[in-house]
């Protein structure tokens, strides 16, 4: 979750885990303003090299492959 503090090297250093580990994660980012949240998660999907799969409401949904890969996409 990012709070009221923004994108901060600590929160991008646990999305890169999460997505190493998981594949594909949910990030809840708190604020009203769309345009601002649009903005956080166009600097995630840039610092990360993650796609964003979706944003719905304060969700955003990020996919990055790993190395041993964990979900197999139907052809």
């Not at 929160?11 to 998981?22: G, K, N, Q, T, Y």
């Not at 994660?25 to 649009?38: F, L």
Request: hydrophobic fraction near 45%.
């Amino acid at each position: 979750m990012i709070g009221n503090n923004g994108l901060t090297e600590g929160v991008l250093a646990e999305i890169e885990l999460s997505l190493a580990h998981h594949e594909l994660i949910k990030v809840k980012i708190a604020g009203e303003d769309r345009e601002t949240k649009n903005l956080i998660a166009a600097a995630i999907v840039r610092e990360t090299g993650a796609v964003n799969v979706q944003i719905i409401g304060k969700i955003l949904v990020l996919y990055r492959p790993s190395d041993e890969r964990k979900i197999i996409l139907p052809k």
